[in-house]
């Protein structure tokens, strides 16, 4: 049996995260002592490398839980698990999509700024972003 410290020590993570997975319901302690010390089983491990190389590939701890929940269905098979991933793997891909056109848009704005020392009003980014907000508050 582990206690919690040989367990974060173990799996590379603090006391305080393992016991917000616990209140989150992804772990759970095997039993506790007497004197309320939680004792976690040798798989306690295995299921905190799980957690962490899952969020490790964007799954948020409600997906992992699903996961995990999935990994002891025995109705649930290796496509639920699949269409999990093709579908987080989605929404990464939109996010890239999103992020890419933010850095597009940084990009032209830094290029219309010489820098140098004008002052804030003549400040063509300052400019951009003000004239972007009027535009967005005139859409209908």
């Given at each position: ?116 020392e004008l002052p804030l009003d003549d ?18």
């Open positions: 049996m582990l206690t919690i410290g040989k367990l974060a020590k173990a799996g590379h993570i603090s006391a305080d995260a393992l016991r917000y997975y616990e209140r989150e319901g992804l772990l759970a302690p095997e039993r506790k002592t007497d004197g309320g010390y939680r004792l976690y089983g040798e798989d306690a491990v295995r299921r905190v490398r799980f957690i962490q190389h899952a969020q490790a590939c964007g799954f948020t701890l409600a997906e992992i839980r699903e996961l995990l929940h999935l990994r002891q269905a025995d109705s649930a098979c290796c496509n639920d698990v699949k269409s999990r991933a093709i579908e987080k793997k989605l929404q990464l891909a939109a996010k890239i999509r999103v992020m890419q056109a933010m850095s597009a848009a940084l990009d032209r704005l830094i290029a219309e700024c010489a820098g140098g400040c063509p980014i300052l400019a951009a972003l003000e004239a972007v907000g009027d535009e967005a508050t005139r859409m209908p």
